[in-house]
């Protein structure tokens, strides 16, 4: 895992609505990565759907939010459609951001349940090591009025 103060990687990836999404055009405003293991699962529908819920809060404290997996964005495509998200799901295909982020799981095809909050300056606020999906949105607002000035 990166630690607190960290600037977090530089990334380019595709996004589910076939988009770029890099660190370099986040620059400027806060922003959360969620590393996810696998679309449209269990654990990982509920994980989206707190953020989906809670949007609205989400919104207006300014935070952008990003789901990340392998999955190609096709898969992501129709796991955001199926549940309505309104943030986007990006694809890490060569596992890239998911190895400097901490967030690969060795021998597995699958990253590990991690975010992280990013301040405007592109270094890390606040990581999350262990993530429950149901509280993972309700955990993050939180701390972002104590983190995020």
Not at 6 to 23: K, R, T
Not at 70 to 81: K, L, S
Request: aromatic share 10%; glycine share 6%.
């Amino acid at each position: 895992m990166l630690s607190v103060g960290q600037s977090f990687p530089a990334f380019s990836l595709e996004s589910h609505d076939g988009g770029i999404v890099s660190s370099e055009s986040l620059r400027g405003s806060p922003y959360l990565v969620f590393f996810y293991p696998k679309a449209d699962t269990p654990h990982c529908s509920r994980e989206v759907c707190s953020f989906r819920n809670q949007w609205d809060a989400v919104k207006q404290a300014g935070l952008a939010v990003f789901g990340i997996s392998y999955d190609p964005p096709d898969r992501n495509r129709g796991f955001a459609e199926k549940f309505r998200l309104p943030f986007l799901l990006l694809s890490d295909r060569d596992h890239k951001l998911a190895k400097a982020a901490g967030a690969a799981m060795f021998l597995l095809p699958i990253p590990k349940r991690v975010s992280y909050l990013v301040g405007k300056d592109g270094r890390i606020l606040k990581a999350y090591p262990k993530v429950d999906p149901d509280r993972h949105a309700d955990d993050v607002l939180a701390d972002l009025s104590n983190l995020v000035s």
